[in-house]
C-alpha cells in the first residue's frame, strides 16, 4: 500500500464498499444500516470490484451494514485478492465461529476489523467485550490474516474505563489496538468529556510501532479537545466509499456528495475530487480518510512529515532514538537525488511493477 502509494497520486489508496446495507444489530450511533435490504447480487459486486480494480484501487474494505450476512462474502473477498488488492473486513463480529474463520481465511482476507464499544452490552451497544471475548479467542486461534480490534469513547459510552479493558484484552491476544472518537451522523467532531480524554491519553500510550497509524492520528489529539485540524481532505480521489446502489460518495457521512455511479467514475473524477476543498474537514473524525491524506502528505513532504512522526515519538518518549532502519531509509528516500533509485529497487523487491495510468472508462 505505502509503496503504491509512493508511486502514484492518480489511483484510489482504499475504498470502502457496501454489499448489504441490512445490519443484524441496531447500535444507538450507528445510521450505516437498516434491517429490511438485500444483499447486493454477487455479480453486481464482482463487477463493482473489477472496476475498482481497473482504477488502481489498492485496498478494498468490506463494510455495511453487517457484511458478514452476505450469502457470497468469500467470492466477493476472493475476488479482490484475485485482482491485486488488499482485502478488508469491517464487521461487529457476532457471526464469527471457527469454520467461518476458515472461511475467511480459504477466501484470502488480509485484515478484519472489530469495534468493540464497552465491556458489557446496554441499551445503547450489544458490542461488548463480555458478548464478543469467545469470538476474539476463536480469532486468535484459528484466524490467517491480521485483527485490530478498535474500542470506542465519546457521547453515548457510559464507561469510558471500558476503553481500556478493551484495548488490554486485545494485546493480550496479539491483535493491534487502536481507540476511536464516536462522531455524529455527518462525521462531525463530538469533543470528549475530561474523563475520557483521560482514558483516551491513557490508550494512546500503549502505542508502540513508530509508522503505526496510532502515531499519524495526532488529528485525534486535537478532536479529543475540540479543536479543528488543518489539512486537505482527498476523500472522492484518494478515498472512495460505494454504498450499495453504486454510487461514490466521499464517505459514509457525506453521501450525496459527489453521487457519481462507480462504472463511469474516470481518473479525471479521481483527480478533480481529491483537490476539491471539503468544508466538512476541520472536524472530521473519520480516521481512515485522513489516513489517506496523511499518506499523500508523506509522498509530497517526505521530510517534514517524517520529523512529525519522531517529534511526536519523542513527545511521548524524550529517550527516543531513531532505530538504524529509519536512519538508513531516511538517508535513502529523503534525498530527492537518491530517492527515484531507491524507490524503483524497493518496488522491484517488493514485486510490485510501475503501472500504466488507470483507465478512463
Same mark, same amino acid.
Given at each position: 500500500?505505502?509503496?503504491?502509494?509512493?508511486?502514484?497520486?492518480?489511483?484510489?489508496?482504499?475504498?470502502?464498499?457496501?454489499?448489504?446495507?441490512?445490519?443484524?444489530?441496531?447500535?444507538?450511533?450507528?445510521?450505516?444500516?437498516?434491517?429490511?435490504?438485500?444483499?447486493?447480487?454477487?455479480?453486481?459486486?464482482?463487477? !463493482?470490484?473489477? !472496476?475498482?480494480?481497473?482504477?488502481?484501487?489498492?485496498?478494498?474494505?468490506?463494510?455495511?451494514?453487517?457484511?458478514?450476512?452476505?450469502? #457470497?462474502? +468469500?467470492?466477493?473477498?476472493?475476488?479482490?485478492?484475485?485482482?491485486?488488492?488488499?482485502?478488508?473486513?469491517?464487521?461487529?463480529?457476532?457471526?464469527?465461529?471457527? $469454520?467461518?474463520?476458515?472461511?475467511?481465511?480459504?477466501?484470502?482476507?488480509? @485484515?478484519?476489523?472489530?469495534?468493540?464499544?464497552?465491556?458489557?452490552?446496554? $441499551?445503547?451497544?450489544?458490542?461488548?467485550?463480555?458478548?464478543?471475548?469467545?469470538?476474539? =479467542?476463536?480469532?486468535?486461534?484459528?484466524?490467517?490474516?491480521? /485483527?485490530?480490534?478498535?474500542? /470506542?469513547?465519546?457521547?453515548?459510552?457510559?464507561?469510558?474505563?471500558?476503553?481500556?479493558?478493551?484495548?488490554?484484552?486485545?494485546?493480550?491476544?496479539?491483535?493491534?489496538?487502536? /481507540?476511536?472518537?464516536?462522531?455524529?451522523?455527518?462525521?462531525?467532531?463530538?469533543?470528549?468529556?475530561?474523563?475520557?480524554? =483521560?482514558? @483516551?491519553?491513557?490508550?494512546?500510550?500503549?502505542?508502540?510501532?513508530?509508522?503505526?497509524?496510532?502515531?499519524?492520528?495526532?488529528?485525534?489529539?486535537?478532536?479529543?479537545?475540540?479543536?479543528?485540524?488543518?489539512?486537505?481532505?482527498?476523500?472522492?480521489?484518494?478515498?472512495? @466509499?460505494?454504498?450499495? +446502489?453504486?454510487?461514490?460518495?466521499?464517505?459514509?457521512?457525506?453521501?450525496?456528495?459527489?453521487?457519481?455511479?462507480?462504472?463511469?467514475?474516470?481518473?479525471?473524477?479521481?483527480? !478533480? =475530487?481529491?483537490?476539491?476543498?471539503?468544508?466538512?474537514?476541520?472536524?472530521?473524525?473519520?480516521?481512515?480518510?485522513?489516513?489517506?491524506?496523511?499518506? #499523500?502528505?508523506?509522498?509530497?513532504?517526505?521530510?517534514?512529515?517524517?520529523?512529525?512522526?519522531?517529534?511526536?515519538?519523542? =513527545?511521548?518518549?524524550?529517550?527516543?532514538?531513531?532505530?538504524?532502519?529509519?536512519?538508513?531509509?531516511?538517508?535513502?528516500?529523503?534525498?530527492?537525488?537518491?530517492?527515484?533509485?531507491?524507490?524503483?529497487?524497493?518496488?522491484?523487491?517488493?514485486?510490485?511493477?510501475?503501472?500504466?495510468?488507470?483507465?478512463?472508462?
Amino acid at each position: 500500500m505505502f509503496a503504491r502509494a509512493m508511486q502514484s497520486d492518480g489511483h484510489p489508496i482504499l475504498a470502502q464498499i457496501v454489499p448489504i446495507r441490512r445490519c443484524n444489530l441496531d447500535c444507538g450511533y450507528c445510521n450505516e444500516y437498516d434491517k429490511t435490504s438485500d444483499p447486493v447480487p454477487l455479480q453486481t459486486m464482482l463487477g !463493482r470490484i473489477d !472496476r475498482l480494480a481497473d482504477l488502481g484501487t489498492t485496498i478494498i474494505t468490506l463494510s455495511g451494514g453487517e457484511p458478514t450476512l452476505h450469502p #457470497d462474502l +468469500d467470492a466477493i473477498i476472493a475476488r479482490i485478492r484475485e485482482r491485486g488488492a488488499i482485502a478488508t473486513l469491517i464487521t461487529n463480529g457476532l457471526l464469527l465461529t471457527p $469454520e467461518r474463520i476458515q472461511k475467511l481465511n480459504r477466501a484470502g482476507l488480509d @485484515y478484519l476489523q472489530i469495534s468493540i464499544d464497552n465491556a458489557r452490552p446496554d $441499551e445503547i451497544s450489544k458490542k461488548s467485550l463480555q458478548v464478543l471475548d469467545r469470538k476474539l =479467542e476463536w480469532l486468535a486461534e484459528h484466524a490467517e490474516f491480521g /485483527v485490530t480490534i478498535n474500542s /470506542v469513547l465519546g457521547a453515548g459510552v457510559r464507561n469510558p474505563q471500558d476503553a481500556l479493558a478493551v484495548s488490554g484484552r486485545a494485546r493480550s491476544l496479539g491483535f493491534t489496538s487502536t /481507540v476511536g472518537i464516536l462522531h455524529d451522523h455527518s462525521g462531525q467532531l463530538k469533543p470528549l468529556s475530561v474523563g475520557h480524554q =483521560e482514558v @483516551y491519553e491513557r490508550v494512546l500510550e500503549n502505542k508502540g510501532s513508530l509508522f503505526s497509524f496510532a502515531h499519524f492520528d495526532s488529528f485525534q489529539q486535537n478532536i479529543g479537545r475540540g479543536l479543528p485540524n488543518a489539512w486537505h481532505c482527498r476523500a472522492g480521489g484518494r478515498f472512495l @466509499y460505494i454504498c450499495e +446502489d453504486g454510487l461514490v460518495h466521499y464517505c459514509s457521512q457525506q453521501r450525496g456528495k459527489p453521487g457519481i455511479p462507480l462504472q463511469d467514475y474516470s481518473v479525471e473524477d479521481l483527480r !478533480r =475530487e481529491a483537490a476539491r476543498p471539503k468544508g466538512c474537514a476541520p472536524f472530521c473524525t473519520i480516521s481512515c480518510v485522513h489516513q489517506t491524506a496523511m499518506l #499523500d502528505d508523506f509522498r509530497e513532504k517526505p521530510r517534514e512529515t517524517l520529523a512529525g512522526i519522531l517529534e511526536r515519538r519523542r =513527545e511521548a518518549d524524550p529517550g527516543f532514538r531513531p532505530p538504524m532502519v529509519v536512519r538508513a531509509l531516511s538517508w535513502m528516500f529523503l534525498d530527492p537525488r537518491r530517492r527515484g533509485f531507491f524507490g524503483k529497487v524497493m518496488l522491484s523487491a517488493l514485486g510490485i511493477k510501475r503501472k500504466p495510468e488507470a483507465r478512463t472508462s
